[in-house]
């Protein structure tokens, strides 16, 4: 009688799909529904107005441009991306990059400059006014206005703070500010299939927008459970 031949997993084999099951199983769980749409809909792009969502329309046009506040942002974000910019995180004097590379933070700067507002410059200007609301280490203009953490201080005393619930779908708009634990990116005015926007920003990954996806904009914020603050400027 021929004994049929057993195959097994090397343990590194079943400890990665053991892994991948339990994170599938725990992201579902969360989200359901959410997770079993995105499933049969991904790369789906929807806009506000296939969610009966208006656009938000600033009242501000800091720069004179003729262009709202709100748009204006999103645009320079746009445009900021749109030049491809490798990730690498280095000082700079001066303080703006200008050699083809950059980080999360510069996608936000490069995205409010071109409403009008120089991030370097209003940061570096609340370091000085109200030094005890900022780390003890701030004080270099060059690069207090890359930082994360410093940035979340700001837009938290000078923005609208809004939701940080993303199922709350109606709240969210392009142009939007939205900090994470050590990271930060503008909203898109793209959602997907479950009205959850996609992401604009720089991630790393020798200039992609993650590790896992190509490209510098992304549905992405269903997958991240560390996000700290959502802001809108204008």
């Known amino acids: 009688m021929r004994t049929r031949k057993k195959y097994y997993l090397k343990t590194p084999g079943k400890i990665l799909i053991a892994a991948a ?14 997770a079993v ?3 049969l809909f991904s790369g789906a792009e929807y806009s506000n107005a296939d969610f009966g969502i208006a656009d938000y329309i600033s009242p501000n046009d800091r720069d004179g441009d ?6 204006d942002i999103l645009n320079g974000a746009r445009d900021y991306i749109a030049t491809k910019p490798e990730y690498k995180s280095a000082y700079y004097e001066g303080g703006w990059p200008n050699d083809g590379y950059g980080v999360c933070t510069d996608v936000v700067a490069r995205a ?3 409403a009008g507002y120089d991030l370097q410059a209003l940061v ?9 609301s900022y780390d003890s280490d701030c004080g270099d203009p060059n690069i207090d206005f890359r930082r994360v953490r410093n940035l979340l201080v700001y ?3 000078h923005a609208t703070e809004l939701t940080a619930d993303i199922d709350e779908i109606d709240q969210w708009q392009g142009g939007d500010i939205i900090i994470f634990e050590g ?4 909203i898109s005015d793209k959602r997907n299939v479950n009205g959850v926007p996609y992401l604009i920003h720089h991630g790393g990954a020798n200039g992609k927008g993650s590790r896992l996806r190509p490209g510098y904009e992304e549905d992405v914020l ?3 459970t560390d996000i700290v603050g959502h802001f809108r400027m204008g």
């Open 222 to 224: 269903e997958l991240r």
């Open 124 to 132: 570096d200007g609340d370091i000085k006014a109200s030094p005890e």
């Open 37 to 39: 749409k995105r499933f």
């Open 66 to 71: 003729g262009i709202d506040d709100q748009t």
């Open 183 to 186: 990271h930060i990116g503008i």
């Open 155 to 157: 837009f938290k005393r």
């Open 112 to 114: 409010l400059l071109a």
């Open 21 to 34: 099951a339990i994170l599938a199983v725990l992201f579902i769980f969360r989200r359901p529904l959410s």
